[in-house]
């Protein structure tokens, strides 16, 4: 299966910890994106890499939020010192370069901070 | 902040019957697409149509968009209970990168 891979699937944390999730895209996209979806909302968008380079971030991402995508392939989003309303599913998508394309999803990893 | 309203919220139908959802949206869009969630699972691709478009089709899927009343429909003939779903509509932007702003989704049950 080549499809958008996300690990781990779930993570349960203490309010206060780091997390750290990852995104293994298709490997001939270059567009990658992170969304955060809560219950009975959909998905907003976090943050878009066109290869390497960062190039659009939203105001959900606060400076706890970070994401790399070091060599334009898999990515990574971590949340530093994690409060309770961090609590949601944080799902990767990934899209080949040329026009606008459909945006293929991971299944998320889905987030519970006690 | 979401821009397309999903139209019902819910919607609960049987087998064979069809299901029509709608989507407004507020700011201007180089196009819309449709896609399915089933339940604690990633979001999949459905139908894109783009503003120079009114009507397309694939399968059992119609979809419409009304530009200048800023709306789409979806509609889905003879549903099948594994069509049971959340339904999200998301538009991308006129000018910029290619994010989309999903709406809230419309939950669908067909019952057997």
């Known amino acids: 299966d080549t499809g958008v891979s996300q690990n781990p699937r779930h993570k349960i944390t203490k309010r206060g910890q780091n997390v750290t999730f990852r995104c293994d895209p298709i490997s001939e996209h270059n567009r990658l994106y992170w969304y955060r979806q809560t219950l009975g909302q959909g998905p907003e968008f976090l943050t878009y890499?066109?290869?390497?380079?960062?190039?659009?971030k939203s105001r959900l991402l606060s400076d706890r939020f970070s994401a790399e995508r070091p060599k334009g392939s898999f990515s990574t989003l971590e949340i530093q010192r994690t409060e309770q309303g961090d609590s949601a599913m944080y799902l990767c998508?990934?899209?080949?370069?040329?026009?606008?394309?459909?945006?293929?999803f991971g299944d998320g990893t889905r987030l519970s901070i006690l | 902040s979401q821009q397309g309203e999903e139209d019902p919220q819910a919607l609960s139908i049987q087998e064979g019957e069809n299901a029509t959802m709608n989507c407004s949206y507020k700011?201007?869009?180089?196009?819309l697409q449709w896609y399915r969630q089933n339940s604690g699972r990633g979001l999949v691709h459905l139908i894109l149509i783009r503003s120079n478009e009114r009507e397309k089709h694939s399968g059992r899927l119609r979809v419409t968009l009304d530009t200048s009343k800023k709306s789409s429909s979806l509609l889905i003939t003879a549903s099948r209970a594994a069509d049971t779903a959340s339904y999200f509509c998301a538009t991308g932007p006129n000018s910029g990168y290619s994010t989309l702003t999903f709406g809230k989704g419309t939950m669908l049950l067909v019952s057997p």
């Open positions: 998508a990934s899209s080949p370069r040329a026009g606008d394309q459909p945006q293929h």
């Open positions: 700011t201007s869009i180089n196009n």
């Open positions: 890499f066109q290869n390497e380079a960062q190039l659009e």
